[in-house]
């Protein structure tokens, strides 16, 4: 299995600009959640989906970020319109509730996001 | 406001000898804590966890230890190697069961 994927790995961009940062989970896996990373506020939780449906999004910063889950192989987190002190890092995470490894996520190789 | 706190960013170690990286929890309903430790340019990866029904689970040369009236755990990494230099995570499962809530992380370095 080629683990979590994350596209792009490095993402520049103009403030203002809209922003999306994508996701191939670990195929079977149910659980997908996206995190950033800050030196200030280390590893939050933004949101995460069980079986593609928004459990929980009450970590999603502002109304300019939204995240969606088509279908069970692709999710996206957009940011729209960029601002400078959304720069961070940004994971995503699979896991599954089948998993020997009670409750381990997998974690995607993150996005550097720099907004300039 | 933190639940899962890491109060040393940092801690440096000679190989050879023990690394011991500390996490306290605010939430004494939390039942299931896992490490995660993170290369430069990678994802955390996970490396042990551990059940409030345990004080102790090891693994090779990783062990965690749970005090829960103390709401605290402790990694320790015997013998250091300069490979263990990264930053580890110290989480705990949500309520819910569903979900992981993260330390901000230190940074293991070890010196040959």
């Known amino acids: 299995d080629a683990g979590v994927i994350q596209s792009p790995r490095h993402e520049v961009t103009e403030m203002g600009q809209e922003v999306t940062l994508r996701c191939k989970p670990i195929?079977?896996?149910?659980?997908l959640f996206w995190y950033r990373q800050t030196m200030m506020r280390g590893l939050e939780l933004l949101i995460y989906?069980?079986?593609?449906?928004?459990?929980?999004d009450s970590g999603m910063p502002e109304d300019r970020f939204s995240a969606k889950m088509p279908n069970a192989s692709f999710s996206t987190l957009k940011i729209q319109p960029s601002e400078p002190r959304d720069s961070a890092v940004y994971f995503c995470?699979?896991?599954?509730?089948?998993?020997?490894?009670?409750?381990?996520?997998?974690f995607g190789p993150g996005t550097r996001l720099t907004v300039l | 406001d933190q639940q899962v706190k890491q109060n040393s960013p940092s801690l440096s170690v000679q190989e050879g000898r023990i690394s011991i990286l500390n996490c306290d929890y605010t939430?004494?309903?939390?039942?299931?804590f896992l490490w995660y430790k993170k290369y430069p340019a990678e994802g955390p990866t996970f490396l042990i966890s551990?059940?409030?029904?345990?004080d102790k689970n090891e693994d090779g040369r990783f062990t965690v230890f749970l005090n829960k009236s103390a709401k605290h755990l402790s990694l320790h990494i015997v013998p250091s190697q300069p490979g263990d230099s990264a930053v580890y995570f110290c989480?705990?499962?949500?309520?819910?069961?569903?979900?992981?809530?993260f330390g901000k992380g230190t940074t293991l370095s070890v010196s040959s």
């Open positions: 995470a699979s896991s599954s509730t089948d998993s020997s490894s009670y409750n381990e996520q997998f």
């Open positions: 195929s079977g896996h149910d659980y």
């Open positions: 989906f069980n079986n593609n449906v928004p459990i929980d």
């Open positions: 939430n004494s309903m939390f039942d299931y």
């Open positions: 551990i059940s409030s029904i345990k």
């Open positions: 989480a705990a499962e949500n309520q819910a069961g569903t979900a992981l809530i």
